[in-house]
């Protein structure tokens, strides 16, 4: 079958039906020679029970968010596998084993209703916190419900607001008020399967006959609305998001009427108490001066709606730096800066009067090669924050630290445990260049004693898209199935991604998409030319944007690997603007839709590229079911197509899990067992048997196991 035939009429359309018999029917037959292969391979059950541990131990940290007194975290353990919605005091936080009050038991809820429900969130309404609105998902999807739940009964409540399944949500407004962003029938949904409406309901009334408060086009991506409840600073907003990077965003008013925050539609835009924040996606002329893409500016609110455009600089990009992310304390403004993708946080405070400018500090940093994120324990009231550490190596710390008190060191908290044996390993960060020329930078976490001799099975990863930064972090179930196994691990920042902020983004949109790949293929590169491993020892490892990155190294690339694991991925580029949430994404790829701009699409579909004569090393693709954002159909007939050429490929679908391909710890384990076992099969011949062992690193050069 040649490409044309494919787009003309694809034979494996029917493959797109997710429910269907016959495409279940597929599923169930790919599914079984999965774990034909995999499952009773040597180093299997290990490798699943060994992940398995890590993410049911009752030593992990339990990660919280503040309402009130109250710290409350969502929790899952081999007892709880749905999980457990719990809260405890800062004080019972403190100490080794604090005493939670649960909230919410999935598991009970979900046999109780004949429901496999997964945990979306829940908003505690402040400030009395006696009243929270929980979303549940189905199996994991994208889609769910929402329910009111009474923090004192712990029952849900008989009058509550309930949001029937969908692709949305509720906000509070007040005890009796929230607004409604949800699908309510024909013409309430945008063309990306996302809210189109926002409306203000009213207790006891019926959600249909909701006033609506403002009404989007069908083609933007999804409506929504919030409440700021801060003290003295209450205020409503309206967020009309017309595409993936463009967005409006309006001040409500209690006669309904909205006022535009007249900022580039390409920027981020946020408000504390008196201030506005507008974080720049593109260069931007204002008050006279001209601002550079990346760099984040501020003003007094009320000044810049009267006609100011005062700007204060609070961070200029340089070629190596960029905002990775901000976070507020009462009276303090808190940056975590990239510079060659190491972390710095950096804290600004505004002068008294809001007109002396801003003072600048830094904020005790981490150990080297690590990933440092702040957030704001209490911004209303309170100036401490919570800051997490993590490395590749290094486990997972959450400190407390005071903001603005002299000399205040971060009080550690907890820590997450040592998983694997990390000190017979290091952490590096190279540079390879990519085809134009560009310096790429990655990371390399590896045996010290690695003998450069280009036997070892090396495992690299990558994203490289919607702005995302791949930094350090603590897996232990990445350092027990590979790393501790002896296998290298390569993580890539490849162009697409926001390692040095909007530009590196920006440099791999659209008809530039291949220079993410080539940047990739420069890092696989580098690593052979290392003397680190070589291609048949290579494999790629990612996931949804991840995937069609690791699709196009299959088959744009095959010289370079020696294996892939494609993970919920885009693979069909000419369907998947018409497939679940893919609409929304035309801003990263183009419209396959317009001729001139499939022209260029076109050279990064995957399924449209593979050549029937051309060798392909093994290939594992995995998805789920429940995946309503990315369809399960581009895995489905990319493996299907794969089959019917004679091609390596292996097929996995979770049966729920959503996006995240995975609902429960077990399914997790399961799925990552999978994907390691294949890659050791592959790359080395065999699966070290143990982590503790430090099996792996002493495989022969002729693609055996030693």
């Avoid at 490409?3 to 029917?14: C, E, F, G, N, V």
């Avoid at 399944?165 to 509070?172: D, P, S, V």
């Avoid at 409500?252 to 720049?280: K, N």
């Avoid at 790829?589 to 050549?611: A, E, N």
């Amino acid at each position: 079958m040649d490409t044309q035939t494919r787009i003309d009429d694809d034979p494996y359309a029917w493959l797109e039906d997710v429910d269907g018999e016959r495409a279940l029917e597929w599923v169930r037959a790919r599914n079984a020679e999965a774990m034909d292969r995999l499952g009773g391979a040597p180093g299997f059950d290990a490798i699943r029970r060994e992940v398995l541990e890590v993410l049911d131990s009752d030593a992990k940290i339990p990660l919280v968010s503040r309402a009130g007194d109250r710290l409350y975290n969502f929790w899952r353990d081999g007892d709880h596998e749905r999980g457990l919605w719990r809260r405890t005091t800062l004080e019972q936080y403190r100490t080794d084993d604090p005493e939670w009050e649960t909230l919410l038991d999935l598991d009970a809820l979900s046999a109780a209703e004949g429901e496999s429900w997964v945990w979306h969130g829940a908003q505690v309404l402040r400030p009395d916190c006696r009243r929270a609105l929980v979303s549940l998902s189905r199996g994991g999807s994208d889609a769910d419900v929402t329910r009111e739940l009474d923090l004192d009964t712990l029952t849900w409540v008989e009058d509550g607001f309930v949001r029937p399944e969908a692709k949305g949500g509720l906000g509070w407004v007040d005890a009796d008020t929230v607004f409604a962003y949800t699908d309510l029938g024909p013409g309430t949904m945008t063309s990306s399967g996302y809210p189109r409406t926002v409306r203000r309901w009213t207790r006891g009334t019926p959600l249909a006959d909701a006033p609506l408060v403002f009404e989007g086009e069908p083609d933007d991506l999804y409506i929504s609305a919030h409440h700021d409840r801060t003290p003295g600073f209450e205020r409503d907003l309206v967020v009309r998001a017309i595409a993936f990077y463009r967005q409006q965003v309006f001040l409500l008013a209690g006669d309904g009427a909205l006022t535009l925050l007249d900022v580039p539609e390409s920027a981020e835009v946020s408000v504390h108490r008196e201030w506005l924040l507008v974080e720049l996606r593109e260069e931007w002329q204002a008050g006279g001066a001209v601002h550079p893409a990346g760099a984040l500016l501020a003003a007094p609110l009320d000044d810049y709606l009267a006609g100011s455009r005062a700007l204060e600089v609070l961070f200029r990009p340089t070629p190596s730096t960029s905002l990775a992310g901000l976070t507020w304390t009462r009276s303090h403004l808190v940056l975590t800066v990239l510079d060659d993708v190491r972390h710095e946080v950096r804290v600004l405070t505004p002068g008294a009067d809001g007109t002396d400018g801003w003072a600048t500090s830094d904020l005790p940093g981490a150990p080297e090669l690590t990933t440092v994120s702040v957030a704001g324990v209490d911004p209303d009231e309170s100036e401490d924050l919570w800051m997490t550490t993590s490395g590749y190596l290094t486990p997972t710390t959450l400190s407390l630290v005071t903001v603005g008190t002299p000399n205040a060191a971060p009080e550690p908290l907890k820590a997450m445990p040592a998983f694997f044996d990390a000190s017979r390993h290091t952490v590096e960060q190279h540079m390879a260049t990519s085809d134009d020329g560009t310096r790429v930078p990655y990371f390399l976490v590896r045996p010290t004693d690695l003998a450069l001799d280009g036997t070892a099975p090396t495992l690299l990863y990558g994203y490289g898209g919607f702005e995302i930064s791949l930094t350090p972090s603590y897996s232990g179930g990445l350092g027990r199935g590979w790393v501790a196994r002896g296998g290298v691990y390569v993580v890539a920042n490849i162009r697409g991604g926001g390692e040095y902020g909007p530009r590196w983004h920006q440099l791999a949109l659209t008809e530039n998409r291949h220079r993410a790949y080539e940047d990739f293929a420069a890092v696989a590169r580098d690593l052979v030319a290392r003397g680190v491993t070589r291609p048949e020892r290579l494999g790629v490892q990612g996931g949804s944007n991840g995937g069609l990155l690791t699709g196009n190294m299959l088959v744009g690339y095959p010289d370079l690997i020696g294996a892939a694991v494609i993970q919920v991925p885009l693979l069909d580029m000419r369907r998947y603007s018409h497939l679940l949430a893919g609409a929304s994404w035309m801003a990263e790829y183009g419209d396959p839709d317009d001729p001139t701009q499939w022209r260029f699409i076109r050279t990064f579909s995957p399924y449209h590229l593979v050549d029937a004569e051309r060798p392909y090393p093994p290939a594992l693709l995995t998805t789920s079911t429940r995946d309503d954002r990315v369809h399960p159909g581009h895995a489905r007939k990319m493996t299907a197509l794969l089959r019917e050429l004679g091609k390596d490929v292996t097929y996995y679908e979770n049966v729920e899990g959503g996006h995240g391909g995975a609902a429960t710890n077990a399914q997790a384990a399961h799925m990552t067992a999978l994907a390691y076992t294949f890659l050791w099969q592959r790359l080395a011949g065999d699966v070290p048997t143990s982590a503790e062992s430090g099996a792996g690193a002493g495989v022969e050069g002729d693609g055996t196991a030693a």
